[in-house]
């Protein structure tokens, strides 16, 4: 049974920094990927970043490059998503994920491709203030 349980989250000023963690427990596919995700008040949940299970490539949105980055610890089964220079557009509700068959190069910033993703935890706030 997977289980994915984000911690991390809270609240910070503009530019200032979070990293949150995901544990993933019992997600041993080869292929596939971990990822995160977030959802704004009012719009649609978009994804941030991923990284691959099967070479530790990664992508991460436009809105965000630069200044996150995606990372993760196999001893741990843990990913996590460190966040600098933080804004208030930042805000929303953070999701881990994990995917059996993304193909992270391909597929991780599709704009409808979190309604196919296989598991997800329950979501962590992030609020930035100004």
């Known amino acids: 049974q997977v289980q994915l349980v984000e911690s991390g989250g809270g609240l910070v000023q503009r530019g200032g920094s979070l990293r949150l963690s995901c544990l993933a427990s019992g997600f041993t596919s080869s292929n596939g990927a971990l990822a995160w995700f977030r959802q704004a008040p009012g719009k649609e949940r978009e994804a941030v970043s991923c990284i691959s299970n099967k070479d530790g490539s990664t992508m991460t949105s436009d809105a965000v490059r630069g200044r996150f980055t995606i990372s993760r610890d196999n001893a741990k089964n843990t990913v996590y998503l460190q966040m600098n220079n933080l804004k208030p557009e930042d805000t929303g509700v953070y999701f881990c994920?994990?995917?059996?068959?993304?193909?992270?190069?391909?597929?991780?910033?599709?704009?409808?491709?979190?309604?196919?993703?296989?598991?997800w935890g329950k979501g962590i706030q992030v609020t930035v203030s100004e």
């Open positions: 994920a994990a995917d059996r068959t993304l193909v992270v190069q391909a597929m991780c910033l599709e704009a409808d491709v979190w309604l196919h993703v296989d598991y």
